[in-house]
């Protein structure tokens, strides 16, 4: 836990014989500079696992597995983007025209003027507006259309009636086919895997040495790289011992490697398909809208909302307001259900590329978001299972959970017991008992707890 907005990495107050201390945000520019950046992210509400992956994992391990899974064909778009880039420098832009050199014919490919190209995408753009009003509901005889990325179906009759001829055409222009044949070099669907792009694997490779060579600066380059900074973050925090300078290189290079095998296969003809299956039915359909809801619960209620907005205020010198507190306590776990209900309302076949995936991968696709979901209660039931004697201590905060910075160690304490949000005098004998056990394995003393403690009053 830091306690200040600029912390640095404590190795004054470091005492011997203990890891050493983990490297945080250098400035509070720094860190509002990282928050805009997680804010405006895709899916991510929140990218700080770690914070709960030391105490206990459950949400914490969850989100290391969405951002795994993230990072696997993020990494492959920012590859394609690399790859423009370079083809960006050419006397003639090679998505200009239909090239052979790319793959474009005469079946696939269509030059078309600027005139006619907004003319097409104002018809479809109007034809999604009348699906989104009409609720068209889905069957056979669909076609299906996409706007900006965004997949909708209408029966074919509306299709044929709304759409001119000339944009009906099913060359596509040469912008599209450009992207379709020449740069992913799509294959007919997720079975056909085809053969590498040697192209993008040299664009990859590079994608990937200059995530390595950001991430082993530490956190304060995360605005960046900060899916994979996470991992290694959470690297860092279930092994302490390697937080020395040369073995944060040595995890940043094999987490680096270990996403670079597992986002290989998106590098090849049928890639695309495995990209917007996890996109769509991992990250967006389970990892992403579950996982909010049961973070901000368990923070809020269980940990609640008066010890959270004390650690804030504790950090910052200003609490949050009421906005902020009434936000998190009603309005967040509100909008979030039902985000997830709507979510599971408007499940359906996923068709990518007028291409439909088979059940077989869209059920791979559940399982691995669920594997995310299910480190939730495992990590509730190991939390217990710890805490056996004493279950109800499984809901408190755990003994090491205090501020980094050894000389405000004793000002959190107190300031938490004058608040009366710690353990009181009205606390149970055997939550005290469960911070003593805590302590005897922390200060490795022997401390006889077999015993519930009672309390008794005093008497005058």
């Known amino acids: 836990m830091s306690s200040g907005g600029s912390v640095g990495s404590g190795s004054a107050d470091q005492l011997e014989g203990y890891p050493p201390d983990k490297v945080y945000y250098p400035n509070n520019r720094a860190i509002l ?33 969405k951002t795994f899974v993230l990072t696997a064909y993020k990494a492959f778009q920012d590859g394609c983007s690399f790859y423009y880039f370079l083809q960006a420098f050419q006397d003639e832009l090679p998505w200009a025209r239909c090239f052979t050199w790319w793959g474009a014919s005469p079946l696939n490919c269509a030059e078309r003027d600027l005139d006619v190209t907004r003319q097409c995408y104002s018809e ?26 965004r997949q909708f179906h209408v029966p074919t009759a509306e299709y044929l009636t709304d759409i001119s001829e000339l944009c009906r055409d099913a060359r596509r222009h040469s912008e599209y086919a450009f992207f379709v044949h020449g740069v992913l070099k799509l294959t007919r669907g997720i079975d056909d895997v085809g053969g590498i792009r040697w192209e993008l694997l040299v664009c990859y490779i590079f994608t990937w040495f200059v995530i390595f060579v950001c991430s082993a600066h530490g956190v304060a380059t995360v605005g960046k ?21 040369n073995n944060i290189n040595k995890v940043a290079f094999f987490v680096c490697i270990g996403m670079f095998v597992s986002g290989f296969p998106t590098i090849t003809g049928g890639g695309t398909y495995i990209v917007k299956l996890l996109e769509e039915q991992t990250v967006k359909g389970v990892i992403g809208h579950f996982i909010p809801l049961a973070e901000i619960v368990l923070v809020m209620y269980i940990y609640g909302l008066r010890r959270f907005s004390f650690d ?15 936000c998190w306590i009603i309005v967040c776990p509100l909008a979030l259900a039902f985000a997830c209900l709507q979510r599971i309302k408007t499940i359906r076949t996923p068709v990518f590329f007028n291409v439909t995936i088979p059940g077989q991968y869209q059920a791979l696709a559940w399982v691995i978001g669920f594997a995310g979901l299910l480190q939730i209660p495992i990590g509730a039931f190991s939390s217990v299972m710890e805490n056996i004697r004493f279950p109800l201590r499984a809901f408190e905060p755990e003994y090491q959970w205090e501020p980094n910075t050894i000389n405000r160690v004793n000002a959190y304490f107190e300031e938490i017991e004058d608040r009366g949000l710690g353990v009181g005098e009205e606390s149970s004998g055997a939550e005290i008992q469960g911070i003593l056990y805590d302590a005897t394995e922390a200060l490795d003393i022997s401390i006889d707890t077999d015993e519930p403690i009672t309390f008794r009053p005093e008497m005058g």
């Not at 950046?37 to 895709?42: A, D, F």
């Not at 804030?312 to 009434?326: A, K």
């Open 312 to 326: 804030v205020e504790f950090m910052l010198s200003r609490g949050p307001n009421i906005y902020l507190r009434t």
């Open 33 to 65: 500079c990282i928050c805009v950046c997680i804010g405006c992210s895709y899916q991510c509400i929140t990218e700080f696992p770690y914070l709960v992956l030391s105490h206990g994992g459950g949400v914490g391990m969850a989100m290391l597995l």
């Open 225 to 245: 790289i900060f899916h994979v900074c996470t991992v290694i973050a959470c690297a860092e925090d279930l092994f302490p011992q390697v937080r020395s300078h």
């Open 124 to 149: 479809r753009t109007n034809l999604y507006k009348k699906s989104q009003e009409q609720k068209y509901p889905p069957t056979n005889n669909d076609t299906w259309l996409s706007v900006c990325g």
